[in-house]
């Protein structure tokens, strides 16, 4: 096995034993502090965030990986979509406080869907970026989210539980493991989404000057007041494999 694949398969297997390990030792322990009741209490209000979390997670991740490219403005499309659907999946889960409340006849459902909402946007914009980080083989990234946010969400449980806090404190760390894993994933990947692809300011000035964009409809739009334009598409192969890997639309403007 090559270095750089051996590498890959430690890191994604630490970040699988990390998840594991520390999810169950979490629930265990803090079962075991605050007992059957108040446990299944927090664990209603957790399992509709887990189910929350799973879609909003996935939306985009795995479509991103399976592109055949991906140039910046797809991406950052990606990103801004995934995270207005994590908002939606923070109002399902604020709503769902609501009806469980009555359900289980405690009043605390309503305060602990709302705490479990704030993550989720969080992580529809991690998802996208995990789909990022997965399409480079960043797997050493990808493991932070899992040692830092599961170690946040498990020490936050453990001392929530240890002070009193009952049925909050597997909300606690949810709510905490589900924050600190995304931001983490945010903060480690170095990407940011594209604002837009042309300066607000740029006019094109010379004749038959020569411009590349990511977009044909950018391109198209800053230049139909020229009356001969050549639009075509080119590939850009990468510097290291030589695969094909970005497409970038040509102009070409003449008065």
């Given amino acids: 096995m090559k270095p750089?694949?051996?590498c890959s398969v430690f890191w994604a297997g630490l970040e699988a034993a990390v998840s594991g390990g520390l999810s169950f030792a979490g629930a265990f322990v803090v079962a075991r502090l605050i007992g059957p009741s108040e446990f299944g209490i927090g664990a209603a209000a957790v399992a509709v965030h887990v189910l929350l979390w799973v879609a909003v997670n996935a939306?985009?991740?795995d479509a991103l990986v399976q592109c055949s490219a991906l140039d910046d403005e797809?991406?950052?499309s990606a990103f801004w979509a995934s995270t207005l659907v994590g908002a939606l999946g923070a109002v399902v889960q604020a709503a769902a406080g609501w009806l469980l409340a009555p359900a289980l006849a405690d009043t605390r459902l309503i305060a602990m869907g709302l705490v479990l909402a704030l993550p989720l946007p969080l992580v529809g914009a991690g998802g996208v970026v995990q789909g990022v980080l997965t399409r480079k083989r960043a797997y050493r990234a990808l493991a932070g989210r899992a040692v830092i946010g599961q170690g946040l969400g498990t020490a936050a449980g453990i001392a929530a539980a240890l002070a009193g806090a009952g049925a909050w404190a597997p909300v606690l760390q949810q709510a905490v493991g589900s924050?600190?894993?995304a931001l983490t994933?945010?903060?480690r990947a170095r990407w940011r989404p594209v604002a837009s692809e042309l300066e607000q300011d740029f006019v094109l000035e010379e004749s038959g000057q020569t411009m590349h964009?990511?977009?044909?409809?950018y391109l198209r739009e800053l230049l139909q007041e020229w009356s001969d334009l050549h639009v075509d598409l080119i590939e850009i192969t990468?510097?290291?494999?030589?695969?094909k890997f970005k497409q970038v639309w040509r102009?070409?403007?003449r008065r």
């Fill in 251 to 253: 102009g070409i403007a």
């Fill in 179 to 181: 924050a600190a894993g």
């Fill in 213 to 217: 964009f990511f977009s044909e409809l």
């Fill in 74 to 76: 797809a991406a950052a």
């Fill in 238 to 243: 990468h510097r290291e494999t030589g695969e």
């Fill in 185 to 187: 994933l945010l903060l």
């Fill in 4 to 6: 750089a694949a051996a």
């Fill in 59 to 61: 939306l985009f991740a």
